[in-house]
C-alpha cells in the first residue's frame, strides 16, 4: 500500500470538494488546486486542506496526485500544459490517479505518456452523483496496471463503497461510458413515453406508480421522474456533462466503425437542449424538449 498521509487533488466542484473534505476527514493533508479561486477559498480554515497557487507546486509538496476535472482537455492541460503538475519536473516514484469521466482512448494516451517518463497511472472515474461523493458511497470503475490499482487502494475506499478494476488503462472509462450512455438513452426513452401518456390524459403519478413494477422500469423513472414531478430542474448532474459523456460514446464508436443508432438520435437531442438554453440545469430537464412539442407539462 502506498504512504498517502499526504496528496493533492485537482478539481474542486460539485464532486471533488466533497472527496476532498472525505480525505481530510480521513486524516490525510490535502494539497488542492482550482482554475477558480472561488472554488479553492471554500476550503478556508478546514482541517488538512491547504490551497496551492499552480498545479506545479504539487510535484514538489506530494507523491501522489488525484485529479477530479470535466473532460479530456482539462486532464491533459492539469498534467502537462502551462503550470501543470509535470510542467517543470517529473518527480522520481510520482502516482496520478485520475477520476475524471474522460475519453477511453485519451486515457490509453496518458497512460503511455506517463509510463515513458516512469509515472504510475490509474484511471478511476466514478458514478453515484454529487450524493454519493459527499457520503464516500461512490462506485469507482478501475483501469491501468492492477498492481498500480492495489497501490493505491486506499484512496477508492475513502471515497468509494463498491470498487470493481475493469482492465488495463482505458477500461475504467470504457465501462463508465456505457454507463452513461444507457443512463442518457433511459431518459429520453422516459421522456418521450411520458409525454405521449401525459397528452393523452393520463395521470403521470399513476404512470410512475405501474411502471416502476412494469417492465419499462429503469433508473429515470427510479430517480428523477420524482423530481419531474415536482418542476425541479436544479442540477445534479447537468445536461452539460451528460452531453459531453454521450460525445465520448459516439466518438469511440466513430474510432472503430461502429455504427450505433441510438446514441447518435440521443447525441443531436442532448445538443438541442444545450442550444435551448438548457446545459446547466439536471439532465432530467431533457423531458422539456418533449413537452414543448406535445404542449403538455408532466408534473405531479
Ligand atoms: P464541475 O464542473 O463541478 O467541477 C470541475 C472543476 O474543475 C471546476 O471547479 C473547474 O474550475 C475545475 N477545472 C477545470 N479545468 C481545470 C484545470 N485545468 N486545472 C484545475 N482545475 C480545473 O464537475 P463535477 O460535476 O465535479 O464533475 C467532475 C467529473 O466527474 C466530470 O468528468 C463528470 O462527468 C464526472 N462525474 C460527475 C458527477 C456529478 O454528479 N456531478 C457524477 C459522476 C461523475
Known amino acids: 500500500m502506498r504512504d498517502i498521509s499526504s496528496i493533492g487533488f485537482i478539481g474542486l466542484g460539485h464532486m471533488g470538494y466533497h472527496m476532498v ?3 481530510a476527514k480521513a486524516g490525510k493533508q490535502v494539497y488542492v488546486y482550482d482554475v477558480m479561486p472561488e472554488a479553492m477559498a471554500r476550503f478556508q480554515g478546514v482541517p488538512n486542506v491547504e490551497a496551492v497557487s499552480a498545479a506545479s507546486e504539487l510535484a514538489d509538496k506530494v507523491k501522489t496526485v488525484v485529479l477530479m476535472l470535466p473532460n479530456s482537455p482539462h486532464v491533459e492541460t492539469a498534467l502537462f500544459g502551462e503550470g501543470g503538475v509535470l510542467s517543470e519536473k517529473v518527480p522520481e516514484d510520482y502516482f496520478v490517479i485520475d477520476l475524471s469521466s474522460i475519453s477511453p482512448d485519451v486515457t490509453r494516451d496518458i497512460a503511455k505518456k506517463l509510463a515513458e517518463k516512469n509515472v504510475k497511472f490509474v484511471e478511476g472515474p466514478v458514478s453515484g452523483g454529487v450524493s454519493g461523493a459527499e457520503n464516500g458511497a461512490l462506485t469507482i470503475m478501475c483501469g491501468g496496471k492492477k498492481e498500480y490499482v492495489d497501490e ?3 484512496v477508492f475506499e ?3 463503497k463498491k470498487i470493481v478494476y475493469c482492465g488495463e488503462s482505458g477500461s475504467g472509462q470504457a465501462v463508465k461510458v456505457v ?3 444507457m443512463s442518457a438513452i ?3 426513452s422516459m421522456s418521450e413515453a ?3 401518456g401525459t397528452k393523452f390524459g393520463v395521470d403521470p403519478n399513476i404512470m410512475r406508480d405501474v411502471i416502476v413494477a412494469g417492465s419499462g422500469r429503469c433508473w429515470a423513472l427510479e430517480d428523477r421522474m420524482p423530481e419531474i414531478l415536482k418542476g425541479n430542474f436544479q442540477p445534479g448532474f447537468a445536461i452539460d456533462l451528460h452531453t459531453k459523456d454521450v460525445k465520448l460514446a459516439v466518438d469511440m464508436a466513430k474510432n472503430m466503425n461502429l455504427p450505433l443508432y441510438a446514441t447518435n438520435l440521443v447525441c443531436e437531442l442532448f445538443k438541442t437542449a444545450q442550444v435551448k438554453g438548457y446545459g446547466k440545469l439536471d ?4 423531458i422539456k424538449l418533449y413537452e414543448e412539442l406535445g404542449g403538455v407539462e408532466v408534473r405531479g
Open 186 to 188: 433511459n431518459l429520453i
Open 158 to 160: 475513502i471515497l468509494g
Open 21 to 23: 473534505n472525505n480525505l
Open 179 to 181: 454507463n452513461q450512455l
Open 283 to 286: 439532465n432530467c430537464a431533457i
Open 194 to 196: 411520458f409525454v405521449l
Open 152 to 154: 493505491i487502494m486506499e
